[in-house]
């Protein structure tokens, strides 16, 4: 798919690029035709008003033309009575010339004699009402000169639309970098998103059939299948609506709201909330928050990018475990971390964990019901607010997040 893709851009542009130069050339060419075209004429009428009587004295003075400019005085049957000195015309090859051009009415012209083509153009003298001056031009240098000029052009264009073939060919492969990625990321999506929702759906359907099979039985005594049923459906719909918030991030349809808040009342009161969780997992939640912190964000996207953060915490946080949160005011930003002593992330997957659906442990994650999202969805929150998100880890010793957002 994206090979024809690209050699249809390549060929879009190159044939695109190539009319343009053909209209330009032909436009070039015709214009220096024309030019090229008048210039020889001007100088036709140059000679031809040039009158000079042949019966004067004035008339031994040597004329100097170009050699393919030449003249010739004739009478009224033909007889030619004056010449320009630069005729190197045989006698015959000029009464052909005479007489071809006298049996044509037009002032002015093109004939061709013997495959050479002559441009003319007749003036009557002013000494006497029976002479008529004839002047020609022999059009074989402007023929070559336009035939070189053509060649020239030509040329250019080949080499033209064979660079342009190779610079679309290589921007082709530049511009479908960021489409094959992005298409990868979305088959990778939606497979990952089949996955997650695949087993929620099968535990679903299998407690469904167990109730079905037992419909002889009381409610209270299938609460079990009932507890996973809703287990799972609220599983289902919390993976939904993280899958919907990255769709709308992704096409810039989430719209967040600023407003100035104190941070740190916020912080701590996310952290009040994770304190029974972490009792009954004993684990020891401290903080450190420093005090009058304000913050110009989205208070709400802040909340759920610290729960994302201590959620994760806690899941790869073994019993008797510490978890740490801390605020630091800074000048010209504000430093949230969050640090533990769990599992530790490898070095190899540290550049990769906030990709979505990725997971370091895909067992775990499934046992404590991660789908890979929370992670990705707290990058975005903090790219929002114009901040940056980085993680470092020890396997075996922990791991700390260290969001940095910058002040107004």
């Not at 001007?42 to 050699?67: G, Q, V």
């Not at 495959?115 to 009557?124: N, P, Q």
């Not at 895909?362 to 903090?382: K, N, P, Q, Y």
Request: charged content about 25%.
């Amino acid at each position: 798919m994206f090979r024809s893709l690209k050699l249809k851009l390549t060929l879009t542009n190159t044939a695109v690029t190539g009319l343009i130069f053909l209209i330009l050339l032909s436009g070039i060419y015709i214009i220096m035709k024309n030019r090229i075209q008048i210039q020889s004429e001007d100088m036709l009428r140059k000679i031809a008003f040039d009158e000079r009587s042949p019966y004067s004295p004035f008339h031994t003075r040597p004329r100097s033309f170009d050699s393919n400019y030449f003249f010739v005085r004739v009478d009224s049957v033909g007889n030619i009575v004056d010449k320009s000195p630069n005729l190197i015309n045989s006698e015959d090859e000029i009464y052909s010339l005479i007489e071809k051009t006298m049996k044509i009415d037009k002032d002015k012209g093109v004939i061709t004699i013997d495959g050479v083509t002559f441009r003319f153009l007749k003036s009557y003298s002013n000494f006497r009402a029976d002479l008529l001056k004839l002047v020609f031009f022999n059009t074989q240098s402007e023929s070559q000169l336009l035939t070189g000029l053509l060649f020239t052009l030509i040329l250019i264009a080949l080499i033209t639309i064979i660079l342009t073939f190779l610079a679309s060919l290589f921007m082709a492969n530049r511009s479908l970098v960021p489409i094959k990625k992005s298409w990868e990321r979305q088959k990778a999506f939606v497979a990952d998103a089949s996955h997650e929702l695949r087993t929620p759906l099968a535990v679903v359907q299998t407690n469904v059939e167990l109730i079905m099979g037992n419909s002889d039985e009381t409610v209270e005594s299938q609460q079990i299948w009932l507890e996973n049923i809703h287990s799972e459906t609220k599983r289902m719909t919390d993976l939904v609506n993280d899958l919907l918030f990255l769709a709308r991030a992704d096409s810039n349809e989430t719209s967040i709201e600023f407003s100035v808040f104190p941070l740190h009342s916020v912080i701590k009161d996310v952290i009040d909330s994770f304190r029974l969780i972490c009792q009954n997992k004993n684990l020891d939640l401290k903080s450190n928050i420093d005090s009058e912190v304000q913050y110009n964000g989205s208070k709400n996207k802040i909340i759920q990018l610290l729960t994302i953060l201590l959620d994760n915490a806690i899941k790869y946080t073994d019993p008797g475990g510490e978890i740490k949160v801390a605020l630091v005011n800074k000048e010209n930003s504000v430093e949230l971390s969050v640090s533990d002593t769990g599992q530790g992330i490898p070095k190899e997957h540290l550049g990769k964990i906030f990709e979505r659906f990725y997971r370091v442990d895909s067992a775990r994650a499934s046992e404590t019901g991660g789908s890979g999202l929370g992670l990705s969805i707290a990058d975005f929150i903090v790219k929002e607010h114009r901040g940056h998100i980085n993680v470092t880890s020890t396997p075996g010793k922990g791991s700390t997040f260290v969001v940095v957002l910058k002040k107004d």
